[in-house]
């Protein structure tokens, strides 16, 4: 990875009432044992916030992830080396409630509620937008790790359009998403 600048002009990192014998239940949550707060805004605009509570015995955490409006292109430099295209256009937005448990010997990871949207999405080469997408929107999606279960409602796409051109060498897409050669 290189020539990648990420500027988070605002970070919060809270943690309020730390008790490292508390427990604390889903049952319980106005609990504010250990409860943590992560908040970080980065340059274009967009806001990443953690809030939850753990307890370290048995391993518990509890909370939610809200990722909103983060732009796409300036996070492409990390993944550039994978395809011809370059990412000019896109915003995240990504909601989850999110579960930590020490299960016995296992740690297990769920996941739920989750509500994902990409939107204005714009690949190009270096002439012309070639795929767009107005928004994707993946629905109440799932996770459980110890029962291996991925789940998501709907997945709805709005607005895709693709700018190609067929000639004797095949479609010219296939080109511009195949791995960069290195």
Do not use: C
Request: hydrophobic content about 40%; charged content about 20%.
């Amino acid at each position: 990875v290189t020539q990648t600048t990420l500027d988070y002009p605002q970070l919060s990192i809270e943690l309020s009432d730390l008790d490292t014998l508390a427990n604390i239940s889903v049952e319980d949550a106005g609990n504010d044992d250990n409860r943590y707060t992560f908040d970080m805004t980065t340059t274009e605009g967009g806001n990443i916030d953690l809030t939850g509570n753990f307890q370290l015995s048995p391993l518990s955490v509890d909370g939610q992830l809200a990722l909103h409006n983060i732009a796409l292109p300036p996070l492409w430099s990390l993944s550039d080396n994978l395809i011809q295209a370059s990412l000019t256009e896109g915003k995240l937005n990504f909601d989850i409630r999110y579960q930590v448990a020490e299960k016995g010997q296992d740690i297990g990871v769920t996941l739920t509620n989750g509500v994902l949207t990409l939107s204005d999405i714009v690949l190009a080469d270096s002439a012309k937008p070639r795929i767009s997408l107005s928004k994707l929107l993946v629905q109440d999606i799932s996770l459980d790790t110890l029962a291996k279960q991925v789940k998501a409602t709907s997945i709805t796409l709005t607005k895709p359009q693709i700018n190609a051109v067929y000639d004797d060498s095949g479609i010219d897409l296939t080109r511009l998403l195949l791995p960069k050669s290195t």
